[in-house]
């Protein structure tokens, strides 16, 4: 069993940054695969960035070149670094851990993105 919690959201003005975190409990959270997905209101849930257990990592599209995932396994934390937000950015963050076939998901957390 994993358990995630999520923090650092909030308001960022259009074009500012701000940084996920997302804390895990658990001994062997350096094998997990580990995401951020987002949900928009309307929306459907959509998979932001992904690390894997070796540090590779993939983004979608909409965030390639402003957004940054990693990984500190000796914390047991996933960040996300968001540049250059826009209003598009605004959502419910999640972060989960898999392993194995299971997927562990955080509470959420909450971007807006406005002026």
């Known amino acids: 069993q994993v358990q995630l919690v999520e923090s650092g959201g909030g308001l960022v003005q259009p074009g500012g940054s701000l940084r996920l975190s997302c804390a895990a409990s658990g001994s062997i959270f350096s094998s997990y695969v580990l995401h951020w997905y987002r949900q928009a209101p309307g929306n459907r849930r959509e998979l932001v960035a992904l690390?894997?257990?070796?540090?590779?990592?993939n983004y979608t599209a909409s965030v390639k070149g402003r957004f940054t995932i990693s990984r500190d396994n000796a914390k047991n934390t996933v960040y996300l670094q968001m540049n250059s937000r826009k209003p598009e950015d605004t959502a419910v963050y999640y972060c989960?851990?898999?392993?194995?076939?299971?997927?562990?998901w955080g509470q959420g957390t909450q971007v807006t993105v406005s002026s």
């Open positions: 989960t851990a898999g392993r194995l076939g299971v997927n562990y």
């Open positions: 690390i894997t257990s070796d540090g590779s990592t």
